[in-house]
């Protein structure tokens, strides 16, 4: 069982469009963080959100945490083929030492 | 460059073979943890080590075994390879375990047994 639910898995869209990734649990999570990760590397931090409710923006790209801080949502403006890569959500469950990573979206940008 | 450096990048064992994966952070980072990622599953932990002189199990730790060595280095070693350890190996460590500026990955090792 997946702590953490990511929807779609897979998302191909024109150069151009919005999209929105979804990050889903029957847990409350202290935080919440978003990762992108390309071919061959390491996923590298984009955003980390705290506070139920929060936005945060990051050029064309926003995050937000629940109100109840169990889900979270990414959302990409005008998505550019630069945006290709798998994003993962991955959280601090209340009490718990180390971080559950959902399954991972993973997104391709088609010029 | 600052970071985790994993080796070595690739990596192809026979059945029954062991050997180790090294890692090691120059961040001053306090928690280290190996994750292996496998298609559909995103990353799963294998083992963690939340300081210096500790280590716990994560969600997937049978066929693992890890030391600490020191601060800045943290190895994961496989006794005897099997085909279901075939995955994507990543180290990454943080300022402590749970902190909220996140993770820093290695690039990671890609491990076929055959």
């Known amino acids: 069982t997946q702590l953490l639910e990511q929807s779609p898995q897979f998302l191909s869209i024109q150069e151009g469009e919005n999209l929105t990734v979804y990050c889903n649990s029957s847990?409350?999570?202290?935080?919440l963080q978003w990762y992108r990760q390309e071919p061959g590397e390491g996923p590298v931090l984009l955003v980390t959100v705290v506070t139920g409710g929060e936005v945060k923006k990051l050029k064309r790209l926003t995050f937000q945490f629940g109100d109840a801080r169990k889900d979270s949502s990414l959302h990409i403006t005008a998505a550019q083929p630069g945006d290709t890569g798998l994003y993962l959500c991955a959280g601090l469950i209340q009490g718990a030492q180390t971080l559950v990573f959902g399954q991972g979206t993973r997104l391709t940008i088609n010029p | 460059n600052a970071g985790v450096t994993q080796t070595p990048k690739f990596q192809v064992l026979k059945t029954g073979q062991s050997m180790t994966l090294q890692c090691a952070q120059d961040?001053?980072?306090?928690?280290m943890y190996w994750y292996r990622q496998d298609p559909g599953m995103g990353l799963r932990l294998i083992y963690y080590?939340?300081?210096?002189?500790?280590?716990d199990k994560g969600e997937v730790p049978n066929g693992y075994n890890v030391s600490r060595l020191n601060k800045r280095e943290f190895s994961l070693r496989l006794e005897s390879a099997a085909p279901s350890q075939t995955s994507v190996y990543f180290c990454?460590?943080?300022?402590?375990?749970?902190?909220?500026?996140?993770?820093?990955f290695g690039s990671g090792t890609r491990l076929t047994v055959v």
């Open positions: 990454a460590s943080s300022r402590s375990r749970g902190d909220t500026y996140g993770y820093t």
């Open positions: 080590s939340a300081s210096e002189g500790t280590t």
């Open positions: 961040m001053n980072h306090n928690s």
């Open positions: 847990s409350v999570f202290s935080s």
